[in-house]
């Protein structure tokens, strides 16, 4: 074969037969191992379209499909005569997106001469947020109308600035029963499971408690958009559905008086229609505006209402616990008629000391009462008298007629974080000391501890004859439509374990406390209406002071003062308690006075 | 010149998947570009006619080189290679640049991309070279002038840079060696070294940084799945939820919507695997790997060693090229921004191809010419 090899002419022309097969079987080699990436690259289609195409067609619907929120506007608070307690407003929010925008710098700085902002403070949150271009930057929320308009006019000049609405909880007389009515909160994580959409939640007062009914149901739309995120058609929408409203037995205007005449003090006041159980007022000095939580609340705001002494977030119309004082007298005299113990005529000795077992235990009056019956004993609120009769009832009377009168359980009222009080029973020492007991019978005693919710419903129980009721806050459930959803009805608990005569007694013995010169809550007394009541001083330091001493707030004694009107006909049953406002007669009862007076105009 | 024998011989099977795949092309590029606003001024026709222009001018180069007997070409193989080396040095100089490369010479109305051209001239030049020193292929000077002779213009066409085309020409120049009887031991190691060696060495000094970028996103996307690894991420999900039967042609949400990335260029496969499913794709590629069988069979049955090696070398190119784009749509492959051959939207690559493959039509036909 070598002659054919010395020449380039001759090779191509004429290839040797074995070289051409090396060629070829090199080839056939080739073209075998070309298969194999075939294969693979079949094989990765084969996995990602047919095993895992299931997840891939949900990414690819993730792409284009968004659900953009519809927020459902939740339902208004009316008072009982339907005046609106909160509602909803529009929030305008100015966002941008990255996306649309013409010159970053640009529109920052017009945005920022529209709003009153700083362009370096825009400038920042677009770098902040940015990250995925599409996405709306919220550069302000809560916007007022006026900078709406002005951004409106100017918007053609402002691309990729958008103006989002969004309905907002708004409570129009801040702080008006800012307690009552409760506050919103974001959701956290779990429950943003539980219902979609709505980030905001009730955190407490009827915000809170009525929450399902307020909420509504979110909306949304599905929208098809493309890769810039712009909408490009409309795939469903379904429309949000309004909260449904709630009318409340709450009397606005009593519910204002009453929280101005607290303005500046710590403490609470409730007035309930002694018929019903209705509650007209309920208020918690200090305040605080629900407003804020719907806004953007700062951590520092929030740790300063949080950490703020006078805990402006704590009911203290249903949290707060106190010991009933002299208020609770009512409870004794009444366990004490019906037990028998003593007649409404039966008079009993005070002297100002009552010596028992070589102890000497006071009256507040030093001078003494002399011989005193059962009705002026509540008048003048003498507490030797109780002494006697409650060393005779005994600690399981005085605890079973306090639980009969409603202490020591939760009222039922439909508010979060009630608190149930406290009521001793025989059994929580093993030996009741005199002084503890006659400490239990004024309602001094530590162990006893009260509401003025629930001292409030006692009240209104004593003035209507017997009737405990469980009080009503909510009367009606309408749907936005104004369609009764659901009526509530008048609930009653029990009736007082009292005779007629025995609470006519009692009664007479509140008239007597108002109505009477030296009767202890004569500054209660009104000209127009007659009031019946009862003071009350929780001392909280069991300690004399120095006539004249300048007493520290934190000591001094709370004040009580309890009532109702009119007093033949009572249609408000009212409690007012004033942490440290050292006189039940000279502090809570003329702030009684004016509270119903201005219900009786 | 061309006579009757030339014409029997003409491999008809070869030149209608040619035809098949360009039509398919079509089809796809019509979908791709549908999505309004991207080209206001353009009618939805725009893209496909346009395509449909190239494949006829493609057919034109390709009669055109079936015409002249490829030995001539051999022949002068390494005055076109130095002619290549001139356009390159040229590009690099007067060069329009788009998108971060000076890859387009203009010649009056059309720019072309002399890289495209350096691919054929020099498999043309190796198959000369190979086919004259038969003997030297076993040994290291045969093996060092043939990497030199791929490293000239490789140098030229990273320096533009084109680093899918510049790369592209090793693997062709491995393939080709072993067809020409290079002992599979030597290539072995060479390769060996090369990746041990040169790869890292390349990686800090001759790549730029968005080829660096490229290459860490192809290894793990979801680094930035808003930027540089969007591509492939939704590429991936549009191959992905096209699922078995494909959206339906027009359907497919990912190319419709625009979520895709130059669509109707380097991934236009993900068109096809969204919209067409994996059926399409399985076609697609079964048709690919039609033409390149037919391709190999032309280097089995050619009558000269210059003739299986020139066949080899362009099939190697086309089947890399096939492999480089499918890989890098469905994430198994970095971006290279190499087209997909015969589908692609572009001028450039499909007249390339086509090219090729009327070389190959070229060396079947001449089979029984001496």
């Known amino acids: 074969m070598a002659h054919f090899g010395d020449g380039k002419d001759m090779r191509l022309k004429n290839p040797r037969p074995e070289e051409m097969e090396e060629v070829r079987r090199r080839v056939k080699v080739l073209v075998s191992l070309g298969i194999l990436p075939f294969l693979v690259l079949l094989s990765v289609l084969w996995y990602r379209q047919v095993i895992q195409g299931d997840k891939y067609k949900d990414l690819s619907q993730r792409n284009y499909i968004r659900l953009v929120p519809l927020r459902a506007c939740r339902g208004t608070v009316y008072d009982r005569k339907g005046r609106v307690l909160a509602d909803t407003e529009p929030l305008f929010r100015i966002v941008i997106i990255p996306q649309e925008l013409r010159s970053r710098r640009e529109t920052a700085r017009k945005l920022a001469q529209l709003m009153g902002m700083e362009e370096a403070q825009i400038l920042r949150k677009l770098k902040i947020h940015s990250f995925n271009p599409f996405k709306a930057v919220v550069i302000k929320d809560e916007v007022d109308m006026e900078t709406v308009t002005a951004i409106e006019e100017r918007k053609r000049e402002l691309a990729g600035v958008f103006i989002q609405v969004e309905p907002r909880r708004a409570y129009p007389f801040p702080p008006l029963a800012g307690h009552l009515l409760g506050y919103l909160g974001r959701m956290s994580k779990e429950e943003i499971g539980q219902y979609r959409g709505d980030e905001l939640i009730g955190r407490s007062g009827i915000e809170k408690a009525f929450d399902a009914y307020l909420r509504g149901r979110s909306g949304g739309r599905e929208v098809l958009v493309n890769f810039r995120g712009e909408q490009v058609s409309i795939l469903g929408e379904k429309e949000p559905r309004a909260g449904n409203d709630l009318i409340l037995t709450i009397d606005k205007e009593l519910q204002e008086v009453a929280e101005r005449s607290l303005q500046g003090r710590r403490g609470a006041v409730v007035a309930i229609d002694p018929e019903n159980g209705d509650i007209l007022a309920l208020v918690s000095s200090p305040n605080f505006d629900p407003n804020i939580f719907t806004r953007h609340l700062s951590r520092a705001e929030y740790d300063a209402l949080d950490s703020d002494p006078g805990d402006p977030l704590v009911n203290r119309a249903i949290s707060g616990l106190y010991r009933p004082a002299s208020t609770f007298k009512i409870v004794t005299a009444s366990a004490a008629l019906e037990k028998g113990v003593v007649e409404a005529a039966t008079c009993l000795e005070c002297e100002g000391t009552y010596l028992r077992r070589g102890h000497p235990f006071r009256c507040w009056e030093e001078r003494g009462h002399g011989r005193i019956n059962v009705v002026d004993a509540l008048a003048y609120s003498c507490d030797i008298f109780f002494y006697k009769i409650g060393e005779v009832l005994g600690v399981d009377n005085l605890s079973y007629f306090s639980r009969r009168f409603g202490l020591g359980e939760l009222t039922g009222i439909e508010l979060p974080y009630e608190k149930r009080g406290l009521v001793p029973a025989k059994g929580w020492r093993r030996r009741w000391h005199l002084g503890e007991i006659f400490n239990l019978a004024i309602g001094q005693e530590e162990s006893l501890k009260v509401t003025p919710l629930q001292m409030a419903n006692l009240v209104a129980a004593v003035a209507n004859g017997g009737t405990l009721f469980r009080p009503r806050l909510v009367k009606e459930i309408r749907s936005a439509e104004g369609e009764l959803i659901k009526a509530i009805p008048v609930r009653k608990r029990g009736n007082l374990p009292c005779s007629s005569e025995t609470l006519a007694a009692v009664n007479k013995g509140l008239w007597e406390a108002v109505n009477k010169d030296g009767g202890t809550g004569r500054r209660a007394r009104l000209a127009s209406v007659e009031v019946a009541g009862k003071t009350g001083t929780d001392q909280v330091v069991r300690r004399k002071f120095r006539p004249g001493e300048e007493i520290p707030y934190r000591l001094r004694d709370h004040a009580w003062f309890v009532a109702f009107a009119p007093y033949e006909k009572p249609k408000i049953a009212l409690t007012v308690l004033i942490e440290h406002g050292e006189s039940g007669g000279r502090v809570a009862a003329p702030i009684a006075r004016e509270i119903l007076e201005s219900f009786f105009q | ?370």
């Open chain 2, 1 to 370: 010149m061309i006579d009757r024998r030339l014409l029997k011989n003409f491999d008809w099977p070869l030149f209608l998947i040619t035809l098949l795949i360009a039509l398919i092309g079509i089809a796809m590029i019509y979908s791709a570009s549908q999505y309004r606003g991207q080209f206001l001024s353009s009618s939805k026709l725009t893209y496909p006619l346009r395509q449909l222009i190239w494949i006829g001018a493609g057919l034109a180069a390709l009669l055109a080189v079936i015409v002249v007997n490829y030995q001539t070409l051999i022949k002068y193989a390494y005055s076109l290679y130095f002619f290549n080396l001139i356009l390159l040095i040229l590009v690099l100089i007067f060069g329009r640049v788009a998108g971060g490369a000076q890859r387009w010479l203009r010649l009056g109305l059309f720019s072309f991309q002399p890289s495209e051209l350096a691919k054929i001239v020099i498999i043309i030049s190796l198959a000369r070279y190979l086919r004259d020193k038969e003997a030297q292929v076993k040994g290291a000077k045969g093996l060092a002038v043939s990497f030199c002779l791929v490293l000239f213009p490789l140098i030229l066409i990273l320096r533009q840079p084109h680093l899918g085309t510049a790369f592209l020409l090793l693997p062709i120049l491995f393939v080709m060696l072993y067809a020409a009887g290079a002992k599979g031991r030597h290539l072995a190691v060479i390769i060996l070294i090369g990746l041990l060696v040169i790869a890292p060495l390349g990686y800090h000094f001759l790549l730029k940084d968005y080829q660096k970028e490229r290459l860490s996103v192809f290894l793990n996307p979801n680094l930035d799945p808003l930027g540089k690894g969007y591509s492939l991420n939704q590429s991936r999900i549009a191959i992905g939820s096209g699922r078995f039967w494909g959206k339906g042609w027009l359907g497919g949400t990912q190319t419709q919507l625009h979520f895709l990335t130059a669509q109707y260029t380097d991934f236009i496969f993900s068109v096809v695997g969204e919209e067409w499913g994996f059926l399409g794709a399985f076609i697609t590629l079964s048709l690919y790997a039609a033409l390149l069988w037919r391709g190999m069979r032309v280097a089995v049955q050619a009558k000269d060693r210059a003739g299986a090696l020139l066949a080899v070398g362009l099939c190697a190119m086309i089947a890399l090229e096939i492999l480089i784009n499918v890989g890098m749509t469905i994430g198994i492959m970095p971006v290279t921004g190499l087209p997909l051959p015969l589908l692609s939207y572009g001028g450039s690559s499909l007249l390339t191809t086509m090219l090729s493959i009327g070389l190959v039509l070229n060396i079947q036909m001449r089979r029984f010419m001496f």
